[in-house]
DNA sequence: CCAGACGTTGTT
DNA sequence: GTCTGG
DNA sequence: CCAGACGTTGTT
DNA sequence: GTCTGG
């Protein structure tokens, strides 16, 4: 699964990777949680823009704001036919842009937390999917993270995965003019080619609060 | 028809 | 909004 | 995902 | 145990 993440780059960075035409600010992180803002990318026709979208769908339908911090995820396998997804996989996808994430492995005595990222240390996306709620004082833009079956390098330290689209992949899942539900669907299988690594570190990242490079360092099993 | 849920994970 | 259960 | 609260009354 | 907040 996918309940913590982090991104580092700043936005300069991710506007160039992403061909963005626009973006908003970002300062580098190393623990984004469920209810923080994540930078996503949506398309309009071929031009792309990077957004800051509350981590959580927040369905338009919803009647409050709270308890929204539980569509954190959401299943490849039944996102197109959970009420609550499948008016959203046909038009209102978008990229999440992350450069690594943790994954907690339980072993006797605890959790051990893992961060995986790309042993470049390059940028990379997630599935997304948003939707916009308007029933409050201000509109709030939210979205969630598509999770997948884990890789063979992810299976051992956890059975989930988020969706790790590839960049030959972007254009086809932005198109908001594209409605192929079940070509769109194919994409969402576990990632086997980037170049991923995961490193143990410590349970300084449990703790939502603790935020800097201590969260990513490795520390030995 | 209306009312109520709408999710994932992990654990049992 | 849309689906399920009654 | 993990951490932390989980309650009411009345007083400051 | 279960819910909420981040």
């Not at 349970?203 to 490795?218: D, K, L």
Request: aromatic share 10%; charged share 25%.
């Amino acid at each position: 699964m996918c309940g913590r993440f982090t991104l580092r780059a700043p936005a300069s960075r991710i506007v160039e990777v992403f061909q963005l035409d626009a973006a908003p600010d970002w300062s580098p992180r190393y623990n984004i949680a469920p209810t923080q803002q994540v930078f996503a990318v949506r398309a309009d026709g071929t031009t792309r823009h990077g957004v800051l979208l509350r981590w959580g769908l927040v369905p338009s339908w919803a009647d409050q704001l709270d308890k929204s911090g539980r569509m954190i995820n959401a299943r490849a396998e039944t996102v197109a036919v959970k009420p609550a997804f499948r008016r959203l996989i046909a038009r209102r996808r978008c990229l999440v842009v992350a450069d690594g994430y943790y994954e907690w492995q339980k072993r006797d005595g605890g959790k051990q937390p893992y961060w995986i990222h790309r042993s470049d240390d390059g940028l990379f996306a997630f599935a997304g999917l948003w939707d916009r709620w308007e029933k409050g004082d201000e509109p709030v833009e939210s979205c969630t993270i598509i999770t997948t079956d884990a890789n063979r390098l992810t299976r051992s330290i956890h059975d989930r995965m988020p969706v790790i689209l590839e960049p030959e992949h972007y254009q086809r899942w932005l198109d908001p003019a594209n409605h192929d539900v079940s070509s769109l669907q194919q994409l969402l299988v576990p990632n086997e080619q980037q170049p991923l690594r995961a490193d143990p570190v410590s349970t300084y990242v449990n703790q939502v609060r603790n935020e800097g490079p201590r969260c990513i360092e490795a520390v030995a099993l």
